[in-house]
């Protein structure tokens, strides 16, 4: 079922997020996807929103640069259904929490978003919405996978100095933010797109803005809060954690 689940508890919700619960059974995406194929593999992506230092935020991975499939790209956690789990529910918060080691009994999940078909590798998609209730800091899960988590700020996520489109080489043109030291674009860029439009919080950026995926530069190699050009602290480090070369990744968000 898509939409708001029958016993999701929403009173307290902010406004925000009730209105992207509202629109969840329908959410519109402006870029098209194929026809599934006939065996696609059934994943779920956690989308988690929550009250961070800076305000509400939602948690993002960037993968592992070893993957066959998607490497380097920043993404929403989640992966593929295990058999005989609860699908897309159960799939979605044991991703997370093997990745960013998110702890599902701080979690209320809210609403799934309409799937989505992902041909490049064969992935069939539901979006599971959800509330952290008890935030704690995100870390690093198998690094395998994961190089990076991240707890970004909807105002920075928002602020149009921080959108612009990409031109795959293949001709595919989205939108992508520039945010925590990561360019998000592709799959999460549109479905970031559509779940900010939704919630009433898009602000106007310019469109026209457009630039080759080759030429948008990947973050340098280095740890939260350490100092950049300049001598200034990583503004991001509160709520970022990256895998360590001679330990485990830094803290992130306190717990509360």
């Known amino acids: 079922m898509t939409g708001v689940l029958p016993d999701a508890d929403t009173f307290d919700l902010p406004g925000w997020l009730q209105r992207l619960l509202a629109a969840s ?67 979605a918060l044991r991703e997370a929490q093997e990745e960013a080691g998110v702890d599902p009994a701080g979690v209320r999940v809210l609403a799934t978003l ?30 395998r996978e994961v190089a990076r988590v991240a707890r970004v700020p909807l105002a920075d996520l928002t602020d149009p100095a921080n959108r612009f489109r990409v031109r795959h080489p293949a001709g595919y043109v989205g939108p992508a933010f520039d945010v925590a030291g990561m360019v998000v674009w592709g799959f999460t860029g549109g479905l ?4 900010l439009e939704a919630t009433g919080l898009a602000r106007p950026w310019d469109v026209r803005d457009v630039r080759p995926l080759e030429a948008v530069a990947p973050r340098p190699e280095a740890a939260p809060g350490s100092l950049g050009e300049g001598g ?22 306190p717990r509360r």
């Open 25 to 91: 059974a329908d959410l519109p995406l402006r870029h098209r996807f194929p026809s599934v194929t006939g065996t696609p593999r059934r994943s779920a992506v956690l989308v988690l929103f929550g009250e961070g230092p800076r305000g509400p935020d939602v948690l993002l991975i960037e993968k592992s640069a070893r993957l066959r499939t998607h490497a380097g790209q920043p993404a929403f956690p989640g992966g593929g259904a295990d058999a005989g789990e609860d699908y897309p529910v159960t799939t």
């Open 114 to 143: 309409p799937e989505l078909f992902l041909p490049y590798s064969d992935n069939l998609v539901v979006p599971v919405v959800a509330w952290w209730d008890e935030p704690a800091d995100v870390v690093v899960g198998d690094p």
């Open 192 to 195: 970031m797109e559509a779940i």
């Open 232 to 253: 200034a602290e990583d503004a991001a480090a509160p709520s970022v954690a990256d895998v360590a070369a001679d330990g485990p990744p830094a803290s992130t968000v």
